[in-house]
């Protein structure tokens, strides 16, 4: 295990906070382990993704000032999604491009931000996990996570040190659930046709519980496999990975069940 | 072609309900992703080659008006003739002008995008001049009387039972009884028939994949040889390209090439590669009489120095349309006009406003997949925001939606509020969902709980549990110290 003890900021995201706190408390578990101080600024509430990628720019750049304020002092900043980590790390900084001092403050803190489970495999050196999930599961690769940060091995890494668990690779794994913020809201349709594929695939490996590294896509998954009534778990990987899956029930399912 | 990108909304219900379409676009998946991967990872410097030819491209789009006069006057020394077009009425106008003159009744056509951006083949026909498509995808839609849905393979949105249909109806001379069940028999049934086409044709047009500015020639490339037919046998060649496909030298050519076909079919390169230099000489055995080169405008030079220059370097190779989740679901025609697919949703607001094909930039996860296996790198997810930061100024985009975005903004903007209202509504919808852990139906989220379940949150806000969990800490601390 990693050498120097380090001070993280967690950036929560706004769904975890709003939707999965389990999530929140799983990060926390494993930085902990990776031996992490763990703090929770109070300031933080969204990344701003949604303002940014709806081209409102006055209002995703508030929000990266907010986040940047609030985020400085950090060793790391490390969030528990590829997609708000990608945020932090790849734009930010392209916000600030005519404002030399904001733009320093954004590049540092985007020098600092990862994505949760990467952190943990290439920044603390992490080898193995200590959960068990007697479960075989198959992990769909976010889009941010996996193609501006490079989230691809480290996940199926740790996993792979689950006692008990079987991960059998999805096919179309690189390819787009249909979440994509606020796309789903704007076209429903096409959102659906696209879940419904990933819905195919994931039931078609035969897993029991799909993974992922965000929760917009695992709402998205969770929420499709439900309405067909498929036997199929949604779970964040930091779930499994902070050995909590008999702690909470999966994503969508009623909590006694848990 | 009268765009219809302003009605993508209704083009997507259409598509997704046309069963025959969503079987084309399922089988068109596989091939093209497949094969591009296994041509791509047996090229170790195909990522040096990108490097490259963007490098090329940009250089070119810096120098954008020293590299078209240096082709001009090149093809000019060479016998041939640039025609410098703003619009496409002028391009049109000055295409009529060579077919009249040269007295033509039917035109031979290589596949181009460009005439289909002017909606050349209308126009011909309304002036009495039949234009001919020679590339068997254009062919086909040609009969069905419809505009191409993916830029290299014009008819993928079809079955082959639909091709035989339009071959039936088509070709009446035929024996309506004849088999037509496989791609091999159709092919030679319109090669048969186009061989006639070729032979008769007054003019050929064709497009061009680059531009050579220190020969002063013309490239295409094609699988079918038909683009060599259209403009060899002819009174003239008329090649219709826009100003953006311009590179310095055939070296320059052939670093791009490289990466054109892997990119585009996964094929190493593409079966004829054709260099066109100039009218006939006199020496030579074949070759037209006469060489034009229409250089289209039509909104690009208005393109460079903005934040949309990067768009010019685009080669047209299709990779982004092959890896578009959002195109493979809907199919091209769903797009509205002539470029479908993330280059389109970039280009099309470009060329003809975003006034009428706003939807398009906006109808993307922003999944990357499209940058990634762009050849030239160009940053699409990154263009089609420019797009939306434009028509958010402008308040284009639907006002319930800015307002729902305002309104989550305010909150977002002020933590303290927002921390008290998402416990509360967390809360509250915790309990609403707690039975069954998922509703089926909620207000204000009606296009997703119409085909999905919406899963409950947990019940607490992480930040009002993490705040909870401190002052337990807190107390446990002073307990101790007490």
């Known amino acids: 295990m990693p050498s120097e003890p380090c001070r993280v900021g967690l950036f929560v995201t706004c769904l975890v906070d709003l939707f999965r706190p389990s999530v929140g408390f799983a990060a926390v578990k494993l930085l902990e382990q990776a031996g992490c101080t763990v703090e929770v600024p109070r300031a933080q509430t969204c990344c701003g993704q949604p303002a940014y990628n709806s081209g409102d720019k006055a209002d995703a750049t508030a929000l990266a000032r907010q986040v940047i304020e609030a985020f400085e002092g950090f060793d790391y900043v490390v969030a528990p999604s590829g997609s708000c980590a990608g945020q932090l790390r790849t734009h930010y900084p392209l916000m600030f491009a005519d404002e030399p001092q904001m733009f320093q403050r954004a590049q540092h803190l985007a020098k600092r931000t990862h994505e949760l489970v990467s952190f943990l495999v290439d920044v603390r050196g992490m080898e193995r996990v200590d959960a068990r999930c007697e479960a075989i599961v198959t992990y769909h690769d976010s889009c941010s996570g996996l193609r501006e940060l490079g989230v691809k091995a480290q996940p199926r890494r740790l996993l792979g040190t689950v006692a008990g668990l079987t991960l059998k690779e999805l096919p179309g794994a690189e390819i787009c659930c249909g979440f994509g913020g606020t796309f789903c809201i704007k076209y429903p349709e096409i959102s659906d046709k696209m879940v419904g594929e990933k819905a195919a695939d994931i039931v078609a490996t035969g897993a029991e519980t799909v993974l992922a590294g965000d929760l917009g896509c695992l709402l998205n998954m969770a929420g499709k496999l439900l309405r067909q009534g498929r036997p199929v778990a949604a779970r964040h990987v930091a779930e499994v990975l902070a050995n909590m899956t008999n702690d909470v029930a999966p994503i969508g399912a009623p909590a006694e069940s848990g | 072609m009268q765009p219809t990108s302003h009605a993508f909304k209704t083009n997507v219900h259409e598509a997704l309900i046309d069963a025959t379409l969503q079987k084309a676009l399922g089988m068109m998946k596989t091939g093209f992703q497949g094969k591009r991967a296994q041509a791509v990872a047996r090229l170790p410097e195909f990522e040096a080659l990108r490097d490259a030819a963007k490098g090329i491209k940009n250089h070119t789009l810096e120098h954008l008006d020293f590299y078209l006069e240096t082709f001009e006057r090149n093809v000019t020394t060479r016998g041939g003739q640039v025609h410098w077009c703003r619009t496409p009425a002028e391009a049109r106008e000055t295409v009529l002008a060579i077919c009249r003159r040269l007295g033509a009744k039917t035109v031979t056509k290589g596949k181009t995008m460009i005439a289909e951006e002017i909606a050349l083949n209308d126009f011909l026909e309304a002036s009495g001049i039949a234009p001919i498509e020679t590339d068997l995808g254009e062919y086909i839609i040609q009969l069905r009387h419809e505009p191409p849905s993916h830029i290299i393979a014009p008819a993928v949105h079809l079955v082959k039972e639909q091709v035989a249909d339009a071959f039936r109806a088509s070709h009446t001379a035929l024996d309506p009884k004849r088999k037509l069940e496989d791609a091999r028999t159709m092919c030679d049934e319109a090669r048969s028939v186009l061989r006639q086409k070729f032979l008769a044709a007054d003019v050929g047009i064709t497009g061009a994949n680059f531009l050579i500015a220190e020969t002063g020639s013309s490239v295409i490339v094609t699988n079918e040889g038909n683009g060599d037919l259209t403009q060899t046998l002819t009174k003239a060649h008329i090649v219709l390209a826009s100003l953006e496909k311009v590179v310095p030298t055939l070296e320059d050519t052939a670093t791009i090439l490289r990466l054109l076909a892997r990119s585009a ?13 100039g009218p006939r000489r006199a020496e030579d055995t074949d070759g037209p009489g006469e060489y034009h080169v229409i250089l289209l405008d039509n909104g690009r030079s208005a393109m460079l120095g903005t934040e949309f220059q990067d768009m010019l370097r685009c080669i047209r190779c299709a ?130 709980t119409q085909t999905r379940d919406m899963p409950a949150p947990e019940g607490r806000t992480f930040q009002s549990l993490w705040a909870d969990k401190l002052k337990k800490n807190q107390a446990r601390h002073e307990d101790t110290k007490r």
């Open chain 2, 319 to 448: 990779a982004c349309l092959n890896h578009c989740p959002v195109y493979s679901a809907v199919g091209g025609h769903a797009y509205g006009w002539v470029y479908p697919g993330p280059m389109g949703s970039v280009l099309t607001p470009s060329l003809i406003g975003v006034e009428e094909a706003g939807n398009l930039p906006n109808a993307s996860t922003f999944c990357g997949r499209c940058e990634s296996v762009c050849p030239m790198k160009i940053p699409l997810p990154k263009m089609m925001r420019h797009w939306r930061e434009r028509e958010f100024e402008r308040k284009l985009s639907p006002r319930p939606y800015r307002w729902g975005l305002g309104l989550w903004a305010f909150f977002a903007r002020r933590p303290v509020l927002y921390r008290a209202a998402t416990a509360l509504a967390t809360r509250v919808l915790g309990i609403a969902g707690q039975r069954h852990g998922r509703f089926r139906t909620l207000p204000l989220a009606a296009g997703w």
């Open chain 2, 265 to 277: 079919t996964g094929q190493e390169f593409s079966t004829y590669t054709t260099i066109s230099t």
